[in-house]
């Protein structure tokens, strides 16, 4: 069986994800293909791939790290929320991880730190899936700390929206006001 008849198979429950991420993980030779499947134009096969993807990164965020260039540019072309949710939660993962290890420089250009910052506030004030903005609020919290206009600009955001937004948006961007001390 071939990995798209695999994660034709898959379902939202979490066990079908997970077992696919352990069979990804078991041969990793796979994840490149994954990853390109994430960003099929077939929207049930993007989103089963995303799925079982958020599962693998969150595991072993490792694997990514060759690929951010594809990853990062395909990321805001993204236009559906069942895949813009687990890949934002692994952006965030990643630069993470990166940030932990002192090492976004050496996985990302400013370039693509400026394309991440922009997409984030895209779809932060945009249209999108209270998750979607909690991990974009997150997302650009890291990256705001090598960039001294986004922190301002954040601020901004999400006290104008933390009123007209769920208990979960609202947790969130308190946490991230508090981190900020703005």
């Known amino acids: 069986m071939n990995l798209q008849e695999q994660l034709e198979q898959v379902t939202a ?30 929207k049930k096969m993007a989103t089963k791939a995303s799925w079982v993807f958020e599962f693998v990164c969150k595991e ?52 693509q ?6 997409m984030s506030f895209d779809w932060l004030i945009g249209d999108e899936k209270v998750a979607i903005k909690c991990y974009c609020m997150r997302i650009l919290f890291l990256l705001g700390k090598n960039y001294d206009w986004v922190h301002p600009e954040l601020k901004l955001i999400l006290e104008q929206n933390i009123a007209a937004h769920s208990p979960a948006y609202k947790a969130a961007a308190k946490d991230i006001l508090k981190k900020m001390h703005l």
Not at 20 to 40: D, G, Q, T, V
Not at 71 to 76: A, F, K, N, R
Not at 91 to 107: F, G, P, Q, R
Request: proline share 5%; glycine share 0%.
């Open 13 to 42: 429950a979490r066990v079908s994800r997970y077992n696919n991420a352990l069979y990804i993980l078991k041969h990793p030779e796979l994840f490149e293909e994954l990853s390109i499947l994430c960003f099929s134009s077939d």
């Open 60 to 111: 072993k965020i490792a694997l990514l790290e060759p690929y951010c260039d594809y990853y990062i540019e395909h990321l805001p072309r993204v236009t559906h929320d069942s895949i813009k949710r687990p890949l934002s939660r692994i952006l965030l993962v990643l630069l993470e991880k990166l940030k932990k290890d002192n090492s976004i420089t050496k996985y990302l250009n400013k370039s």
């Open 113 to 118: 730190e400026q394309q991440i910052i922009e």
